[in-house]
């Protein structure tokens, strides 16, 4: 938050709402302000790696917000090395951060003969992978995002002010009115002149196609796309490509709930409602340890016995990572009298990591890689399993294919990737415990076709792993 002449940021671990209190918020004051809830990829989860990021500059300070994931972390930090005065000066010497986002901050506020504008020109360009910025300095925010538009970021307008925010579900809660995309490729500053708007590289979109199965909140719009409608349009979808005899519709809440509204429709059947989600737990396959993920699934559902003995279910969720939810759903069901449970997934088997900054941690955890539909559902306890086509979902998107990424389906990454050795969540924790020197960029990169190094990254039990867990 800035106050005209000083940036404060406040920031903690844990739920906005753990962090922040009316005490807290009171002592914000100011005109310009960044926030952020990050969601742990590169880097650990611990203070130092909370955002806002912070840097004094020589003519002030500057406060950065990041959505996404950075692809050339060792380059960055090799350009962090190399700045002004930091020649001999490790990371660890200068900053506790080990994220991709703080070397960003570096960079940006590391040029004190340019304003941070020339600045983000010339250094936004050289930053790989996904990223949605707001950052600010004392008098001024900004906003920008990678030339592929991986993650979203809009503008939006308040009587008296900007908003910038991931989706635009937050300028609904604040009151704004939606102006447009901040465009793949673009950045914006605002300042008590009004907006203005530069470009720092070519767009070349390549959206999440995530965002629209999971990611995204049902009632943001993507590229002019309501989330909430996609997600009933795969439903739809799915029943059409993968239809089942049975009594019951009902859905993984919530997140499945759109597909299985949608499902329903399609087929025929009956929706229902047969699982009782305790709100107070968060998404399952983003908690950051294992051990809380698997009480996070034990506490998370809970059927409606009532409503399921003897049904023949289609159970409709949005995605299988792990299949460990699918795996406990599917034994609750049937003690809870379930007659037959057959799995519908509204998104086709990830099979590959995300380097963009969903954390579905290595190849090997990803239950999909190495095994057939008809072994996965066996595996789960599923009278039968299947999941939408890759078309499928991405029609019901509206979006056109070439300007979605889909990685995660289908390996066909939308950059070319560095060396597999530089691209691990931890990289910057391993370089301060090892050399204290800036690693160095090894090996050439490689194109999004060619998966061998991916691979040998990701390497591990493959599905066998899955399996081998509770
Ligand atoms: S790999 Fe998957 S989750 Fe990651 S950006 Fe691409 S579509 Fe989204």
Redesign the pocket.
Same mark, same amino acid.
């Given at each position: 938050m800035s106050n005209g002449s000083q940036i404060l940021v406040f920031k903690d671990m844990g739920l906005v709402s753990q962090v922040f209190d009316e005490a807290s918020l009171g002592s914000l004051h100011g005109h310009i302000a960044v926030g952020h809830a990050r969601y742990s990829t590169t880097g650990s989860s611990v203070w130092e790696n909370a955002q806002p990021t912070f840097r004094a500059t020589v003519n002030g300070s500057l406060a950065l917000g990041h959505n996404g994931n950075l692809v050339n972390t060792a380059e960055l930090a090799e350009m962090v090395a190399r700045l002004p005065g930091e020649e001999h000066v490790s990371r660890s010497g200068r900053s506790a951060a080990t994220n991709d986002t703080d070397l960003v901050t570096a960079l940006l506020a590391g040029h004190p003969e340019l304003t941070i504008e020339e600045t983000a020109r010339q250094v936004l360009p050289k930053v790989k992978g996904?990223f949605s910025l707001v950052f600010m300095d004392e008098h001024t925010l900004y906003a920008a995002r990678d030339p592929q538009g991986?993650r979203p970021l809009v503008l939006g307008r308040l009587e008296r002010g900007w908003v910038v925010a991931s989706e635009t579900a937050a300028l609904d809660i604040c009151g704004a009115s939606y102006i447009r995309e901040v465009e793949p490729g673009e950045l914006i500053a605002i300042d008590e002149n009004g907006m203005r708007s530069s470009r720092f590289a070519e767009a070349k979109p390549?959206g /999440? =196609? &995530?965002?629209y199965v999971y #990611?995204a909140r049902p009632d943001t719009s993507i590229a002019g796309r309501n989330v909430h409608l996609s997600r009933v349009e795969m439903g739809r979808k799915l029943a059409k490509e993968a239809p089942v005899e049975a009594d019951l519709v009902i859905a993984t809440p919530e997140s499945g709930t759109p597909a299985a509204i949608g499902y329903a429709e399609a087929s025929g059947i009956p929706y229902g409602s047969g699982l009782v989600k305790n709100a107070y737990v968060g998404r399952t396959f983003i908690q950051p340890s294992q051990t809380i993920r698997q009480l996070g699934i034990r506490l998370k559902l809970n059927p409606l016995k009532e409503v399921i003995a003897g049904k023949r279910l289609v159970v409709v969720d949005d995605s299988i990572v792990r299949g460990n939810t699918q795996r406990a759903l599917v034994r609750m069901l049937r003690e809870a009298g379930a007659a037959e449970v057959h799995i519908r997934i509204s998104s086709p088997p =990830?099979k590959?990591?995300? &380097? &963009?900054?969903?954390d579905?941690a290595t190849r090997a955890e990803l239950i999909a890689n190495g095994m057939t539909v008809e072994e996965i559902g066996r595996t789960l306890g599923a009278d039968s399993l299947a999941y939408i086509s890759i078309d499928g979902m991405i029609e019901a998107t509206t979006q056109p294919k070439d300007k #979605? /990424?889909?990685?995660? &389906?289908d390996g066909v990454?939308?950059m070319e990737l560095p060396d597999p050795a530089l691209l691990g969540k931890l990289l910057l924790e391993a370089e301060i415990k090892g050399s204290q020197q800036p690693p160095a960029v090894r090996g050439k990169p490689h194109s999004g076709a060619d998966l061998d190094g991916v691979q040998s990254l990701l390497g591990g039990g493959g599905a066998a792993d899955a399996l081998r867990r509770p």
């Open positions: 996904a991986i390549k /999440c =196609v &995530f965002e #990611l =990830v590959w990591p995300c &380097f &963009f900054g969903i579905f #979605l /990424c889909r990685a995660c &389906f990454y939308p």
